[in-house]
């Protein structure tokens, strides 16, 4: 049974930095897509950016020049790295993986910027 494992939310104050990761427990084969979606309370999920299997990515509006997301093929993880964050970008950041056996999403990490 394949496992998304994301680590690395916390508490933050604005203009600070913060690194998510995310590894698959168990096998998955041919991932194509890796992404970060992120849900505030009281708002849809909505995709913060992507990458594909060459690394080709693209990122939401609201977070370009200060999120880059990246991915290990090897490993099958994916990384965010966050900079000069702003309360505005405080959700459960969710990383998903798509692969030819399916869509698997994480479970969430919280992420909290504070003015």
């Known amino acids: 049974q394949v496992q998304l494992v994301e680590s690395g939310g916390g508490l933050v104050q604005a203009g600070g930095s913060l690194r998510l990761s995310c590894a698959a427990s168990?096998?998955?084969?041919?991932?194509?897509?890796m992404g970060w979606y992120r849900q505030a309370p009281g708002k849809q999920r909505e995709l913060v950016a992507g990458?594909?299997?060459?690394?080709?990515?693209n990122y939401a509006d609201s977070v370009k020049g200060r999120f880059t997301i990246s991915r290990d093929n090897a490993k099958n993880t994916v990384d965010l790295q966050m900079d000069s964050l702003k309360p505005e970008d405080t959700a459960v950041y969710y990383c998903?993986?798509?692969?030819?056996?399916?869509?698997?999403w994480g479970q969430g990490t919280q992420v909290t910027v504070t003015s």
């Open positions: 998903h993986f798509s692969a030819v056996t399916g869509g698997y």
């Open positions: 168990g096998s998955i084969f041919r991932t194509n897509l």
């Open positions: 990458i594909t299997s060459e690394s080709r990515t």
